[in-house]
């Protein structure tokens, strides 16, 4: 079955360190996966898609098919990156399916 | 300013009552999602319409009921049958297409008196 796995509820890092988010993944086939976050007192919102290559606030993240993984990553965290995030795997269908999300606080 | 519209922010039940959470988007979607999020849980599928006047159950659909009449609206009822139903609930749209990224409204957050 398909199942998107987000191993930290809470990663809190310093203003300037660097970032990753896990996000690991079971599909049998070619998935597409994304990056929603929710910032406080605002709606969930796409962050990037694999598909799409791009960096979005210095976030990158690069589908590692071989260890099934789909890792949120930025070299240098600021404050206003404190946030809810969730990954999320297409099946190739209309629907999403999310990971349990985790909690990026990023400390002055 | 285009988006997805959902309403009320808050509601409360009564026990053996049911309630409907109004979604409507103006973005000229063909599918419409409904999901509960619950803490630690992230997001669960409840309901999905890929089109007017059609509608898939999703992993949690027990106790919810939905319809499509209008390609804009997608209204969630939380009946009585729903055992646990104090949650937050998410609605969104996409195109019809695979793999298309999902908009999601501000959501809707019911309790039980």
């Known amino acids: 079955a398909q199942r998107v796995t987000q191993p930290e509820k809470l990663l809190s890092v310093f203003k300037g360190a660097p970032v990753e988010l896990k996000c690991n993944y079971s599909?049998?086939?070619?998935?597409?996966l994304f990056w929603y976050v929710q910032y406080s007192r605002q709606r969930l919102q796409l962050l990037l898609r694999h598909i799409s290559r791009e960096s979005i606030k210095g976030f990158t993240a690069d589908l590692n098919k071989g260890e099934t993984s789909f890792h949120l990553k930025k070299p240098f965290a600021q404050e206003e990156d404190s946030a809810m995030y969730y990954c999320?795997?297409?099946?190739?269908?209309?629907?999403?399916?999310f990971g349990t999300g985790t909690r990026l606080q990023v400390f002055p | 300013d285009g988006g997805i519209t959902q309403s009320p922010k808050y509601l409360f039940r009564k026990e053996g009552q049911n309630v409907t959470l109004s979604c409507e988007q103006n973005l000229n979607h063909d599918a419409m999602y409904w999901y509960r999020q619950d803490p630690g849980q992230g997001l669960r599928l409840i309901y999905y319409s890929q089109i007017v006047n059609d509608f898939q159950k999703g992993d949690i659909a027990e106790g919810y009921s939905v319809s499509r009449e209008k390609k804009e609206s997608f209204p969630l009822t939380v009946t009585s049958a729903q055992k646990n139903p104090t949650a937050f609930y998410l609605c969104?749209?996409?195109?019809?297409?695979?793999?298309?990224?999902?908009?999601f409204g501000d959501g809707t957050r019911l309790s039980i008196l």
């Open positions: 599909y049998s086939g070619s998935p597409e």
């Open positions: 999320a795997l297409s099946d190739n269908t209309d629907k999403l399916i």
């Open positions: 969104a749209s996409s195109r019809t297409a695979s793999n298309q990224p999902q908009h």
